[in-house]
């Protein structure tokens, strides 16, 4: 009797099975990313709180640049969550069809985005 009910809930080998190590590497970039999402929309965060603390010291300049950086990395960081979950479904569907091509567009975007808001919180350190 109860192996009667442990085989009616075994299920039947899917597609994703077949190739299971891709799959639970693919799922453990798709976190990553999500983490590098959280920590982006953090500086975002930190920045605007930072400015809030030194407002009285801060030109208009700087009230706008702290203004620009804040929600650019909050947009980053959703950016970032809507881009890799667009690739973790893509990389799903490629590894099961074995035609699996790495992306290089999305690192360099996302790779040049920071760069540029890396160097808009340089210079808004310098304003200090």
């Known amino acids: 009797m109860r192996q009667e009910k442990i085989n009616k809930y075994r299920s039947l080998p899917t597609e994703d099975s077949k190739y299971i190590q891709q799959h639970l590497a693919n ?49 980053l960081g959703i950016l970032t969550v809507l881009m890799s979950m667009i690739v973790y479904f893509k990389k799903i569907h490629s590894i099961n069809s074995q035609t699996f091509v790495s992306t290089k567009g999305y690192i360099i975007t996302l790779s040049t985005v920071i760069i540029i808001i890396g160097l808009l919180l340089a210079v808004y350190f310098l304003m200090l």
């Open 27 to 75: 799922e453990r970039t798709f976190l990553a990313w999500v983490r590098t999402a959280i920590a982006i929309m953090g500086v975002g965060f930190l920045v605007t709180n930072l400015h809030a603390n030194l407002a009285e010291r801060l030109s208009i300049g700087g009230d706008q640049l702290a203004t620009v950086i804040g929600l650019s990395t909050v947009g």
